[in-house]
Every structure is written in structure tokens, then in C-alpha cells.
């Protein structure tokens, strides 16, 4: 099936048993960083901020993904990374829509296209730094530097594959 060797090292695994021992203070942190994004970043028209399910009870934040407006490209969000990154901010892109994944393109034959909302989202998509001790001079750093990159760049006159959809009348 999967043929994957998924052991953990011993240093890795005595690294993990430390953590859990200081879960909830972590879980804590991360909780506390993500509610100043959520405040900093209300009202931004430029993006869409998460959204949880009422019955979420708890969330571990290893990141923080915010999704730029339809306006915006893939292009667009790849610069918007660039410009933090050469600020000292670790972010990153959300990978490709899931579906486009290798396992999923070679086990089922996916390919881009079939799912165009999943890929214009991930195309989109972006993960700001959620740490186990941020500050909240950080967090506002990191916010900050997304504003600057943001009004850097002008969104692209791109079509969405969901608007071509729309044009073509499916």
C-alpha cells in the first residue's frame, strides 16, 4: 500500500515526551497568538481570516492560514511570502490543494482542474508563524510586515478557474 517508514528517532521522541509534559501551557500560547491575529486582522477586506466549527473545542495553531481575496492570484500570494520572508517572518504557502498531492494524482488520477474551488483556494492561501512563546510585539511585527507586502503589490487581473466557470456558463 503506502510503503512508508514512519519510526521516530530517540531524540525526537524524549523532544515530544518534554512537550507533552507542557501541553496545555503550549496549547495556551498558540491559543493566545492566534486571538491577536484574529483582533489585528478583523475588518481586512484583503483576506479571509479561519473560521472554526462551533463545536471545536480546542485547537493546537501550528500555524495561522489566512486566505487573500479572490482578487488575488497565486503569483500575488507567492510575492506577498517573498516580501515577508525578506523581512525575517517564517511563512509559508499551504502546499496544493489536496487532491493535487502525489499520492492522490497517482492513486486516483487526479489532476488540476477537476476541483477548481480546492485549487483556487490553495492558490491563495498562506500560513503566518504561530510559536509556543510569541509576544505580542510579534504578532503585531507580523501583521505589520503583511500589511506592508499586501499594499506592495496590485492584484492580478487573473480569472479564477471559478470565474471562467461562471463566464462559460457551468
Not at 503506502?2 to 503550549?26: H, K, M, T, V
Not at 500560547?29 to 473545542?57: H, K
Not at 485547537?59 to 479572490?70: D, K, P, T
Request: charged share 25%; net charge neutral.
Amino acid at each position: 500500500l503506502f510503503r512508508s517508514n514512519y519510526r521516530l528517532a530517540e531524540p525526537n521522541s524524549a523532544l515530544g515526551l518534554a512537550q507533552l509534559e507542557r501541553i496545555d501551557e503550549i496549547l495556551e500560547c498558540r491559543q493566545q497568538a492566534t486571538e491577536r491575529y484574529d483582533g489585528l486582522l478583523e475588518g481586512w477586506a484583503e483576506l479571509d481570516r479561519p473560521c472554526l466549527a462551533p463545536e471545536t473545542t480546542r485547537m493546537s495553531w501550528f500555524a495561522y492560514a489566512v486566505r487573500l481575496s479572490e482578487e488575488f492570484s497565486r503569483v500575488d500570494r507567492d510575492q506577498v511570502i517573498a516580501r515577508l520572508r525578506e523581512n525575517g517572518i517564517g511563512v509559508s504557502g499551504c502546499g496544493s490543494a489536496l487532491h493535487l498531492q502525489p499520492l492522490c494524482r497517482r492513486r486516483f488520477g487526479f489532476c488540476p482542474g477537476i476541483f477548481p474551488a480546492a485549487e483556487a483556494a490553495a492558490d491563495r492561501t498562506l500560513a503566518l508563524p504561530v510559536h509556543n512563546h510569541p509576544r505580542h510585539h510579534d504578532v503585531a511585527r507580523v501583521v505589520e510586515q503583511l500589511r506592508v507586502a499586501l499594499a506592495s503589490i496590485s492584484p492580478r487581473e487573473s480569472i479564477s478557474p471559478l470565474q471562467q466557470m461562471a463566464k462559460a456558463g457551468n
